[in-house]
């Protein structure tokens, strides 16, 4: 009885459909071999006497193998020796059952696929049958009851079956490499990329599938061409690549850069690449591998992103300056209004009817919060033009400042400041304190009716220290969390509420200057969480732009 002796039989299988071996190939292989049904018979004779001896000489052939460092090397990789020894005594036993049919052509498949799997080289592998052989010969020739002419004959069979075996297995064993090696280029046919092999001298060896879609050029055509001559280059530019790309990839065994393609219609591509070198076993440089792809929209894109970021830097500062301009110039002409129209209002007070005195007051009323508002719009239009260097700023300071500058609103409305100790982060002193200054201020502005309790505290995640103000104030609805941080977005009126509506825009204004994130978490009714990000303090030397 034939048992499979390989776990991966159904692989042997398939491998056997692969390679062709049918009952008639099988046939075929024999008929080159003379190996005829006689010989056949004359093997299974030999099962009787060899079948209690081949334990010994698995025992020997794995002692042989133990002495090459090779093979050594792999039989000490094999989890269970023991279960390969008596693989291989069913192998070896196998051979004089006498059945040398299609399930015997699957299991000397198996052997092949094995080898090739574990690299188990077939120079190796043929000296296990000359040591078979060795040892079989001799035991043929001592049966003495066989006649000189039958030993010969067997001999010749254990030959014969030696040769059918070795070739079932190499055929298996080189196809799984070959299949591997189609594995390999399949791999390598890279969707994006363009791939080719050179050797030193700059000739295409192997160009992958993308090289038609990408460069224009049949792969299959460019076989055989020079690098320069697809690459569109003048001679001089070809032994610069050579010289400076190609010594620089020997000596660093990569280089990496921009060089135009040339397409056979004439026109021509930039492309994005790298090249890297191949050495032989002998440490010898063997062949480059160019990789590249098409950097056209790349280069498109980033066109239009600088092109963009131009506008809107241009745009915003121009915002600025008219913000700027506009408050400032508009200062003068108010102060006068102001200042006339309180003068009015004294001068006048006890001659004009109550509804005129009552007109002064809107008036007077009306330009002081003109005033507010301008100085507000001039603050928040120089967060970005007249910021300072960002420095090391110790944000406890700008905290206790904030609050210093706020003491009267806090002592009226009777409101607990408490903070955890908080960092030195990278910033601009001024602006830190103004931020601190809005957002307490407004969780003192929109209290309940609770007295105000805030809590400042900071706690450093990941690359960043993210900073928290919450309040036990009025909340904000989810709905207007981002309008609040568009400059004069007001959710009250100037009578329920005291502002300008620039506040939160300005600390928005602030945290980005500072490359930070601002946003916040409310509960109507219950309180608002202020969040904000800002950057440790660079190690380098405290200074970033
Ligand atoms: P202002 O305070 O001058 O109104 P801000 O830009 O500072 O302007 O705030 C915008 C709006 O956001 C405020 O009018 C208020 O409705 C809401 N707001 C800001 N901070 C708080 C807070 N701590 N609690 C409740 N609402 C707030």
Not at 94 to 100: D, I, L, N, P, V
Not at 223 to 245: C, H, K, N, W
Not at 320 to 348: C, G, I, K, N
Request: charged share 25%; proline share 4%.
């Amino acid at each position: 009885m034939i048992k499979p002796i390989h776990t991966h039989h159904q692989q042997a299988i398939q491998m056997a459909e692969a390679l062709g071996i049918s009952p008639e190939e099988l046939e075929a292989r024999k008929g080159f071999l003379h190996f005829t049904a006689d010989e056949a018979r004359l093997l299974q004779d030999l099962l009787e006497p060899f079948q209690r001896e081949v334990p010994l000489f698995v025992e020997f052939l794995h002692d042989r193998l133990g002495r090459y460092p090779e093979t050594r090397q792999i039989l000490e990789q094999v989890p269970s020796p023991l279960w390969l020894q008596k693989r291989h005594i069913e192998y070896f036993i196998e051979m004089t059952e006498g059945q040398y049919g299609l399930e015997y052509a699957w299991n000397r498949i198996a052997v092949g696929l094995a080898h090739q799997k574990i690299g188990m080289e077939p120079k190796w592998f043929m000296g296990s049958f000359s040591l078979f052989l060795e040892w079989i010969i001799p035991r043929i020739l001592k049966d003495r009851t066989a006649t000189p002419e039958k030993n010969i004959a067997t001999i010749l069979a254990v030959i014969k079956l030696s040769f059918l075996d070795a070739s079932l297995a190499l055929d298996a064993y080189f196809q799984a490499d070959r299949s591997m090696l189609d594995l390999l280029s399949r791999v390598f046919d890279t969707d994006v990329e363009v791939v080719w092999i050179l050797d030193t001298d700059g000739r295409i060896l192997h160009a992958n599938k993308t090289s038609g879609r990408i460069a224009g050029r049949d792969p299959s055509a460019l076989r055989g061409t020079m690098l320069q001559d697809v690459l569109g280059m003048t001679p001089d530019e070809v032994s610069l690549f050579f010289a400076d790309i190609g010594a620089h990839a020997r000596e660093h065994e990569f280089w990496e850069g921009e060089f135009a393609v040339a397409r056979p219609d004439g026109s021509s591509f930039p492309a994005w690449g790298t090249l890297n070198t191949v050495h032989a076993a002998s440490g010898e440089l063997s062949h480059f591998i160019l990789e590249f792809r098409d950097r056209t929209e790349d280069k498109k894109v980033q066109e239009e992103l600088e092109r963009r970021t131009q506008d809107l830097l241009r745009s915003n500062k121009d915002l600025e300056q008219f913000a700027y301009v506009a408050s400032h110039d508009l200062q003068e002409p108010l102060r006068m209004v102001t200042s006339y129209t309180q003068l009015l209002a004294r001068r006048y007070k006890d001659q004009i009817s109550e509804e005129a005195n009552e007109f002064i007051g809107f008036a007077v009323d009306g330009a002081a919060r003109m005033q507010a508002l301008i100085n507000a719009l001039l603050a928040y239009s120089r967060v970005g033009t007249h910021g300072r260097e960002l420095v090391p700023v110790e944000t406890q300071t700008a905290f206790e400042q904030a609050k210093s500058n706020l003491k009267i609103a806090i002592q009226e409305s009777q409101a607990t400041i408490t903070s955890t100790p908080l960092p030195t982060v990278t910033g601009d002193p001024i602006q830190l304190m103004q931020l601190f200054q809005n957002l307490i201020g407004n969780a003192l502005k929109f209290r309940g009716t609770d007295s105000p309790v805030i809590r400042v505290g900071a706690s450093r995640e990941g690359p960043e220290w993210v900073f928290s103000v919450s309040d036990n104030g009025i909340g904000i609805d989810p709905k207007f969390w981002s309008r609040i941080f568009v400059i004069f977005q007001r959710l009250h009126s100037k009578e329920e509420y005291p502002g300008t509506g620039i506040g939160l825009a300005m600390c928005k204004k602030i945290v980005e200057r500072h490359g930070g994130r601002i946003w916040l978490e409310s509960d109507a009714g219950k309180g608002s969480t202020f969040f904000f990000t800002m950057k440790p303090v660079s190690r380098k030397k405290g200074k970033s732009a």
